[in-house]
Each structure stands twice: as C-alpha cells, then as structure tokens.
C-alpha cells in the first residue's frame, strides 16, 4: 500500500499517520516494525532493502520516507537553461528509478511519502499520484479553522463563545499543535463552564503577546502613560519580569528583521516564512511596527534592552524595578523623535 501525504499542516499529518498505524496489527511490535527515513542520502537500493525486510511477528511493516517528492520539484533558474536541462535529463532517469522501485512495493509494506509540497509539475508524484492514496494537507483557512477549534473543544468536553473562538482564532492561527495545548489549557481552566472572551486574554500566551504590542507601540512612541499601563497589567495577570523582558527584546528584533527583509526586496510570505510566524495575527502586528517605526528608534530601544538586561543580570536592580525604569527612560526622550522611514 502507497499513501502520498502532502501539505504544511504537519498536525494533521501526523493524526493521519497514526491511524494507519493504529491498521498495521498488533501496538506491541509497532515500533521495531516502523522505519523513517529522511530522503536527502536515501538511494533506491537503500529503500528496496528496508522494505523487503520481512515484518517481525507482523503482517505488515511501515516504510515512512520524508521529503522524497520535493527533491524532484521544478527548481530552473532563469539565465541557466543548459544547466537547467541537463539537471532535468538527470532528473529524469532518477524519478524512474524511484517511480519503478516504489510501484513495486511488498504487499508487506505500507510505504508512505511525506512532504510539505509536491506540485504538477512534479514528475515523480505524476507518476505514482495514480497508483497512491493521496491526501492533502493545506494550512487551513479562517471557516475551517473555526471548525477545527469547536470540533477539538467538544472532543474535549466543553463548549467555547462565539467571541472567545474568533479571538482564539485570531491570536493563534492555524498552528494547530500550539492550538491543541491552548485549548487543553482552557478547558482545564474553565473546569466545566463554557470558554468565554476573558478566558483567553488571561491563559493564552499569544493574548499575553498582544498587550506586549501594545506596550512595544507605547515605548517606540514615547507615551509613556500607556506603557506603563500596559506593563502593569502583564505583570498583575502573572506575567514574570525575565519573560516580559525576552518578549520585548524579541519583538524588537523581528521589527528588525523585517526591516531588512523588505529593504532586500522580500515578499510578504517570504517574510513571515523566515520568521517562521505561524499566527497571522502576530505577523501583520509586527510587519505593521516594521512600516512604522524608523530604524533609528528600533536600534535605540534594542540598546538599552541590553543594558536593562544586564543590570538585572548583575543585580543592579531587580526584575520589575529594571523595567519600570527601561520604559520611564525610552518615553522621556521624545525630543529625540524622528519621522518613520
């Protein structure tokens, strides 16, 4: 049996692949009976030996091989079409290679390609797509993400607001491996009793990042009532000075990042790829404190979060003494304002 499974949404994936474990036979000999591979050294013959390895006390073994198809994605350049077409020959006779190997398969074996893309230009998933179950995993829009949310909450035995699932939703994304512990995490914490709004600015971590925001906001443009507002409500809902300091000083430098990655000419899904910034809610705030803020006031706030961290470091002044301190002196230099670039 061939499966083709492919898609970023590695969650789903991954339930998939534990049902067609859970079809293999006896869980007691799952584990010497399963074999991954990563594709990058793999060879033909290599899988061919794997495969023919007859089960132990077992129907069936599992053959899982990781970024096989992506190897033979379309990758021409423009400017080096001799290159491109004598890669492509080579291509070629390798995908047939694989495609002749992988038809063949012991009926022993459940082979299963795993893979973030494959598209149709692809010729090996052209040529097994026929002979496999396919399945695909695409990150999953707003409707279904919702879906998913009220879904995973009733399996869990409670129920969420309309108005707690939206900002859940918004805050998270569809990073649906963070989504599953903020809902174990909620209904837990709810103990029986619907989720509501509240719920989730006081236990999801992500809420916790959008009043940081705020306060980053505040700081970059001297109001200093605001960040102080800001700080004093994260530091009464539990928030420790240490993290509120991480936060912060990683905020600023994916501002910079961004900063440099638009100056380089990088697309916005580019962008949040390198981030690796799986809530849309957070890229958008962030690319938006990008536009907005010079690199000027970026370098002078990441200064002096060094020099707050290490009095703490040192002992200079405790934890939330340090902070109060860092936002007092970052919004009293509004003299020194310049206009964003």
């Known amino acids: 049996m061939l499966y083709i499974l492919i898609g970023q949404d590695d969650f789903s994936r991954g339930e998939l692949l534990t049902e067609i ?35 132990f006390l077992s129907e069936r073994r599992l053959v899982i091989v990781e970024g096989l198809l992506e190897r033979f994605e379309p990758k021409n350049k423009p400017g080096r079409q001799k290159q491109a077409t004598l890669a492509a020959n080579q291509q070629k006779n390798e995908y047939k290679l694989w495609a002749s190997y992988i038809s063949n398969t012991p009926e022993s074996t459940i082979l299963v390609l795993v893979d973030d893309k494959a598209g149709s230009k ?6 097994l797509s026929g002979r496999a179950e396919v399945k695909s995993f695409p990150p999953l829009n707003r409707n279904k993400l919702r879906q998913w949310i009220e879904k995973r909450v009733r399996e869990e035995g409670s129920s969420m607001s309309p108005q707690a699932l939206d900002l859940l939703a918004k805050l998270v994304g569809n990073n649906l491996w963070i989504m599953k512990h903020e809902i174990s995490k909620l209904v837990l914490f709810a103990s029986g009793r619907p989720i509501e709004e ?8 992500y809420a916790q990042q959008a009043s940081v925001f ?8 001297f109001r200093a009532g605001v960040a102080e507002q800001s700080l004093q409500q994260l530091l009464e809902r539990g928030a420790a000075p240490a993290y509120l300091m991480v936060m912060l000083s990683r905020q600023i430098r994916m501002i910079a990042r961004i900063k440099e990655f638009k100056y380089q000419g990088k697309s916005e899904i580019e962008i949040q790829n390198r981030l690796r910034l799986t809530s849309e809610f957070v890229f958008r705030k ?4 990008a536009n907005r803020y010079p690199w000027e006031r970026i370098k ?12 703490i470091k040192t002992g200079k002044y405790d934890g939330e003494l340090a902070l ?12 020194n304002a310049v206009a964003p670039a």
Do not use: W
């Open 300 to 311: 002078e706030v990441y200064h002096k979060l060094l020099e707050t961290d290490l009095a």
């Open 286 to 289: 962030t690319l938006e404190q």
């Open 122 to 127: 692809n010729p090996l998933f052209n040529e």
């Open 198 to 205: 509240e719920d989730i600015k006081k236990m999801v971590s």
């Open 214 to 221: 705020t306060m980053v906001d505040a700081v970059l443009e």
């Open 21 to 55: 474990k859970r079809g293999i036979g006896d869980p007691t000999f799952l584990a010497v009976n399963t074999t991954i591979l990563d594709s990058r050294k793999l060879t033909p013959d290599q899988l061919r030996n794997i495969c023919e390895t007859v089960p």
């Open 324 to 335: 109060n301190i860092l936002i007092a002196e970052l919004c009293l230099r509004a003299e």
